[in-house]
């Protein structure tokens, strides 16, 4: 239905989401500005529906978007207040203008402007700003300062009611874990940057050669880069020891690509009899402005000193990107582009702090507890009947009750992250990974878009050859032998005639082509097809050893060493690589390839050597790449194509001359990603795949989203390109079309666009995202994401180096998010919810005993009683939470769709946590009074009695939470028991009634008599025993998914 009908412009209203004063601006850019009044439907529903409805659409949406007091109140403060911020920052920050530039080659004292130094910085602080920056990072938390201005207030001794040491201790530890933290981090990151600004580097002068650190390149120095070094800065390439005037470059760390490219140098300073040459020629280099984009640059190369000037256009063959590392020869370049303005940084986005979603709920549930305070405390004070100084008796009321938000929690939470990550680490199923964000471990159980980087990521950049289809014939790898016989036997018959007729220069196929067509043999159609896919490429071998030093450039290649042992091959893609070692295993090897011409080494050892007349390379648009030689031998030219299927089979039909065109089959980038996507079981075999086509203006984007937008539970497959034109004009409508994709698959990605991709979700979606990559264009999208993974893989360590988590193997990603991810954030939301538990009790005991003694603001408990609550009495019990587990990891790998059940972030929300307050207020309440109706006569015991059933109903509850025992918990249950009995011997100072004020102090026998313990523990069954029948009824009546597989 939604096909048949057309999109209608909007009488008298605007587009949707597009305000009239962007019509102006895309009138003239797109000649499409009939779209402003063109909705973009987004549902099916909205084609089900007449006419008016469809128009009233876009009023809908502009209505939300009114500003006003409503807007203002519901955070248009917060919008307009950050704005402010960043205008303020720019001014004080003010970014220099980039621009294009003339660089003479050798001579950086001519340049015009100061361009930045040529040093790496990661590192989040310095000297002076380490200590207010980690401060501030910890409290503009809400938790945090709360704690801060809490225990300041004991400093003013009207409003001191305890000890200092009970609230500093606590709040100084957990600072002072932060800090290290960061400090060790901080130097970790400064070693790195000091390691990778200390290289050395050979620079070229007049006097000669000079060591120069890499913070110490200059812009229009010559700088010489040996082989396997990296490139400290962006250069144009002058010359080369290569013959060819040519070398390799790997690019892995740059745009995660593990295929070497092919770099050319300027033809003219190539030319040059020696390096010195360079000097005594006045030339310059124009280079455009600094830009992100890594596949292009514009430029010229100029002689001055000549009539007429030389001028040499440049592109991006010529350039050598910083963070590139040289793979074949040493090459000279000069400096165009330093530190900050190179590629390489400017693709790179800053590193931010990551914080848990767990710990932005505790926060906001921590206000909603300060709230409750602060209404206690007013209750408090009304009922005095604001008498006195009642300002300082609601402070001290805030006081007392302070421990609803307990200080403590920060300091389990911590201790828990730091558990968490042992755990990971300690993995034996997963070998290798690290924790390098001790923080997030629980943000691995909350994902709800995992972004993973394509091929290298998921196929380790390993391609093999497995079938080969001729006419009728199929050759797969167990029949990959017979190849080989029919090559050898092809190329001996051949070597044999040749031998007997004397003319070794001339192959017997020279003589058939002459002669009467006849169907051919399967070995020479075998030999053809072989042939053709070692000549039809733009595969290059490498030998170890052969690049020479600078000078050593006449090398005759008769002195090569073509053995097996020390060749690589290297080509712009991993299935070019895989089809030359595949004829190499077949019998024909590639030996020798330069831009002219190329060699094959027969079985018999014998080399033939071909002419590269013509190159076509292959294009996106145009799918396929062909290349024309001509054998030296017989001088016989062949075209040999190969392409993707859609294209070949329009080309190659069956005719007379087909048995004469060899072809392949092979796929392009959009065409591999599908294949990957569909092999990695990210698209399911029988799902339909919808291929975006490309666009280049806002109506053809227009146009393309809508026929998407008709597609029902079908996967995407986007190019960088389109998606960039979508998100330009249609981000709002194309990311809510993504999202109802079971999965999308993104090609050929800048890293600043994988890094945009990611924050778009979190926008759009608010769920959190985690990016998964090996290479250095991930590490953006990495640091963007709420949680990253770095694979150690043939793409070097960049990102491995740069994530939260480092693994060795993508598989490794299913136990760390499934088990280790679901085990940390429910037992952080337990632990969480326990510690809060912890002071709620205690609050609420609080509130009973001033409520009985005429709301006076005396405290209950004093001194080390309550910082023995926090620790030793309730610590070990609370924190051998971390060791729960509700079903076995096998299980839960099992059973993925437990995981899914994290995702709405159940086990810590508001209604879990109003029911803990329900039971904090009960049991708190049950206690107190207990403690005073039971204890009438033996009242000076009343602290005594209700800290002894405190203590033993939270061991109780804790005990009731756990769902699998584990050794250590019942060490810790005991542990803590026999601490507080023990205990009971020196701290008999603090059970009394407010030890001040009545001077009563704790009888020791007293704890012995049958009437104490009945009575302690009466209180403490009708405390804790209907939470056991609760559970009990729930399991029966409305089990846990997680239960039905635990039992």
């Not at 009922?383 to 302070?402: D, H, T």
């Not at 080390?864 to 609550?869: D, P």
Request: with cysteine; hydrophobic share 40%; aromatic share 10%.
């Amino acid at each position: 239905m939604a096909d048949e009908i057309p999109l209608h412009p909007v009488r008298g209203a605007v587009g949707f989401g597009l305000g009239p004063d962007r019509h102006s601006r895309y009138l003239l850019e797109d000649e499409s500005a009939h779209l402003d009044e063109m909705p973009l439907m987004m549902s099916e529903e909205g084609f089900e529906n007449d006419e008016s409805d469809y128009h009233t659409l876009p009023r809908a949406r502009i209505t939300r978007r009114q500003r006003g007091v409503e807007w203002f109140v519901c955070g248009g403060w917060k919008f307009l207040c950050t704005r402010c911020c960043d205008w303020l920052i720019n001014i004080c920050q003010r970014k220099k203008e980039l621009k294009a530039r003339t660089v003479w080659l050798g001579c950086p004292e001519k340049c015009e402007e100061k361009h930045p130094r040529n040093s790496i910085k990661n590192q989040k602080y310095n000297v002076f700003t380490f200590i207010p920056g980690v401060l501030y990072e910890q409290f503009k938390f809400f938790l945090n300062l709360y704690f801060l201005v809490v225990s300041c207030s004991q400093f003013v001794p009207a409003l001191k009611i305890g000890y200092l040491y009970t609230y500093w201790a606590p709040l100084g530890f957990v600072l002072a874990v932060t800090i290290m933290r960061e400090a060790i981090d901080e130097f970790r990151r400064f070693r790195r940057d000091k390691e990778v600004n200390s290289q050395l580097y050979s620079k070229l002068t007049v006097r000669g050669k000079v060591q120069v650190k890499s913070s110490d390149i200059q812009v229009g120095d010559l700088i010489i880069v040996e082989k396997n070094q990296r490139i400290p800065s962006d250069m144009i390439f002058l010359r080369t020891s290569e013959k060819a005037g040519s070398c390799f470059i790997r690019t892995d760390q740059l745009d995660g690509e593990t295929d070497w490219k092919l770099k050319v140098a300027v033809s003219y300073t190539q030319r040059l009899p020696a390096l010195g040459d360079l000097f005594s020629i006045n030339a310059y280099v124009y280079a455009q402005k600094p830009q992100l984009d890594i596949h292009s640059f514009e430029g010229t190369f100029t002689r001055e000193d000549t009539d007429p000037p030389i001028h040499e256009s440049l592109g991006i063959e010529n350039t050598l990107w910083a963070s590139t590392v040289v793979a074949s020869g040493t090459v000279i370049g000069v400096v165009i582009y330093t530190g900050k303005e190179t590629r390489s940084v400017m693709n790179t986005s800053n590193p931010k702090n990551k914080v848990g979603l767990l710990d932005l709920e505790l926060n906001q549930l921590t206000k909603a507890l300060f709230l409750a305070l602060v209404a206690l405390s007013v209750v408090m004070v009304t009922i005095q009947g604001f008498v006195g100084p009642w300002y300082r008796n609601l402070f001290r009321f805030l006081l007392l009750f302070s421990y609803i938000i307990p200080i403590s929690l920060r300091v389990n939470l911590d201790m828990g992250k730091a558990a968490y990550g042992w755990m990971i680490m300690k993995d034996e199923c997963i070998p290798g990974t690290v924790v390098r964000t001790s923080t997030i471990p629980e943000e691995l159980g909350r994902l709800g878009y995992l972004l993973t980087d394509k091929t290298g990521t998921l196929t380790q950049n390993e391609m093999i050859f497995k079938r080969l289809h001729l006419g009728t014939v199929s050759y797969g790898t167990d029949t990959m032998d017979e190849i080989q016989n029919h090559v050898i036997n092809s190329y001996s018959q051949m070597h044999s005639q040749a031998s007997g007729n004397n003319t070794s220069s001339v192959p017997p196929r020279k003589t058939q082509t002459s002669a009467p067509k006849v169907r051919k043999s399967v070995s020479s159609r075998i030999h053809e097809a072989v042939k053709a896919v070692a000549l039809c490429h733009n595969v290059t071998p490498v030998y170890e050893g052969r690049a020479g030093v600078t000078g050593d450039s006449d090398r005759a290649e008769a002195d090569q060493d073509f053995g097996d042992e020390s060749r690589t091959y290297q080509a712009s893609s991993p299935d070019e690589v895989a089809l030359v070692q595949w004829t190499q295993s077949a019998g024909l090897t590639l030996v020798s390839r330069d831009l002219a011409s190329m060699q094959l080494k027969t079985p018999g050892g014998q080399v033939l050597t071909y002419c590269v007349l013509q190159l076509f390379p292959f294009t996106s648009e145009g799918k396929r790449m062909g290349i024309i030689v001509k054998d030296e031998a017989s001088a016989e030219i062949t075209f040999y194509m190969k392409g993707a299927d859609t294209v070949m089979s329009t080309i190659v039909q069956y005719n007379d001359w087909l048995e004469e065109e060899i072809w392949m089959l092979t796929g392009d980038k959009l065409e591999t990603a599908t294949c990957i996507a569909k092999s990695s079981h990210l698209v399911s075999r029988t799902q339909d795949i919808h291929i975006f086509q490309p666009v280049t203006s806002r109506g053809e984007a227009h146009l393309e989203l809508n026929a998407f937008r008709r597609k029902h539970d079908c996967a995407l497959v986007i190019s960088g390109d389109s998606l960039e034109v979508c998100l330009k004009y249609y981000e709002h409508e194309f990311v809510e079309l993504a999202r109802q994709c079971p999965a999308v698959v993104c090609c050929r990605c800048s890293p600043t666009q994988k890094a945009h991709i990611a924050r778009l979700l979190q926008r759009h979606s608010g769920r959190r995202t985690c990016a998964v990559g090996d290479g250095g264009n991930d590490v953006s999208m990495i640091q963007a994401a709420n949680c990253g993974i770095g694979i150690e893989g043939k793409e070097g360590k960049q990102a491995s180096l740069a994530a939260d988590f480092s693994i060795t193997q993508f598989k490794h990603i299913g136990r760390l998010l499934v088990v280790h991810g679901r085990n940390s954030y429910k037992r952080s939301a337990a632990l969480g919810q326990f510690v809060l538990h912890r002071g709620l009790i205690i609050s609420a005991m609080q509130a009973v005993f001033s409520s009985v003694f005429y709301f006076a603001s005396v405290p209950l408990y004093q001194g080390f009683l309550m910082v023995g609550y926090a620790t030793i009495y309730t610590m070990f019990p609370v924190f051998s939470l971390v060791l729960d587990q509700d079903v076995k990891p096998e299980m839960a790998m099992l059973y993925p769709e437990l995981y899914k059940d994290l995702t709405k972030g159940r086990a810590l929300s508001f209604k879990t946590f109003l029911i803990w307050v329900l039971i904090s207020i009960y049991q708190g309440g049950v206690l107190m009074y207990g403690a005073l109706v039971l204890f009438e006569s033996e009242f000076v015991h009343v602290v005594l009695i209700s800290f002894t059933a405190l203590i033993l109903t939270e061991l109780l509850t804790v005990a009731l939470a756990v769902r699998t025992w584990h050794w250590l918990m019942v060490l810790a249950e005991f542990l803590s028991l026999g601490c507080y009995v023990a205990s009971l011997a020196f701290l008999n100072q603090y059970f009394g009634i407010g030890r001040v004020s009545f001077g009563a102090f704790l009888d020791v026998a007293f704890i012995t008599t049958l009437t104490f313990l009945w009575k302690v523990s009466a209180i403490t069954v009708v405390s804790c025993l209907p939470l056991y029948v609760l559970k009990y009824l729930k399991r029966k009546l409305s089990p846990p998914s997680y239960s039905k597989l635990s039992s």
